[in-house]
């Protein structure tokens, strides 16, 4: 199974400033990746997929980067909205998910 | 605009079966280049996926529960079941549909873009 490694498990910004979130793969997925957010109460919403392309609907300032086994979302000026947890997900081999990264908007 | 609703028991008991069913409204399960998926989420914890059918209803699954799971379509009523057996306590989740759109072929990648809401099944007697 491949194992994907988020960091850090929680990270807290102000509003305006960016954020980086990243993800390790224990072997390459190439660029098979995808990105969620998920909020308290509600399923997962897809940002991210194909580890660059951003979903239908997706504001700009979420932007994802990498390939192989290292990946990085991107918040370039964050919004209160974006308070959720994040999860990284990949389809190369199976279906794996990180372990999710909590994002405080302070 | 397709839209996915889970459905079933919000309670089982250890040992039995736990049988849910995804509604797809505005679409076919047995046409285009998408896959039709079951995830849980233990409560507090995160994402696990379980399986998936092809829109030809091939079957796809974790095989860490493939030995208890079966999922299959009912292609008239555009409905897709997860049946999970000899259930305990660590089957207590919330447990999603979800459609996998194929990208570059369906093999690999792909984005799972449209969620039902979700529904919670516990694992109690």
């Known amino acids: 199974e491949i194992v994907l490694t988020q960091s850090p498990a929680t990270l807290s910004l102000s509003p305006g400033e960016r954020a980086t979130l990243s993800c390790r793969a224990s072997e390459s997925v190439g660029s098979y990746f995808a990105w969620f957010q998920q909020k308290p109460g509600q399923a997962p919403r897809i940002l991210i997929y194909?580890?660059?392309i951003r979903a239908t609907g997706i504001p700009a300032r979420f932007s994802g980067s990498g390939s192989g086994t290292d990946f990085t979302l991107t918040i370039s000026s964050l919004e209160p909205e974006d308070s959720a947890v994040y999860y990284c997900?990949?389809?190369?081999?199976?279906?794996?998910f990180g372990q999710g990264t909590r994002l405080d908007i302070k | 605009q397709v839209q996915l609703q889970e459905s079933g028991p919000g309670l089982v008991k250890p040992s039995e079966t736990l049988s849910l069913t995804c509604t797809v409204s505005?679409?076919?399960?047995?046409?285009?280049?998408?896959?039709w998926s079951w995830f849980r989420q233990p409560p507090g914890k995160g994402l696990e996926w379980i399986g998936y059918i092809s829109s030809s209803g091939s079957p796809y699954y974790n095989p860490s529960l493939s030995s208890r799971v079966t999922i299959s379509p009912d292609t008239p009523k555009s409905q897709f079941s997860l049946k999970l057996n000899s259930v305990t306590a660590a089957d207590t989740a919330v447990y999603y549909c979800?459609?996998?759109?194929?990208?570059?072929?369906?093999?690999?990648?792909?984005?799972?873009?449209?969620w039902g809401q979700g529904t919670m099944v516990a694992v109690s007697s």
């Open positions: 979800a459609r996998l759109r194929c990208t570059s072929g369906c093999s690999r990648g792909g984005a799972f873009d449209i």
């Open positions: 194909d580890a660059s």
């Open positions: 505005g679409g076919s399960i047995s046409s285009g280049e998408f896959f």
């Open positions: 997900q990949q389809r190369n081999t199976g279906v794996t």
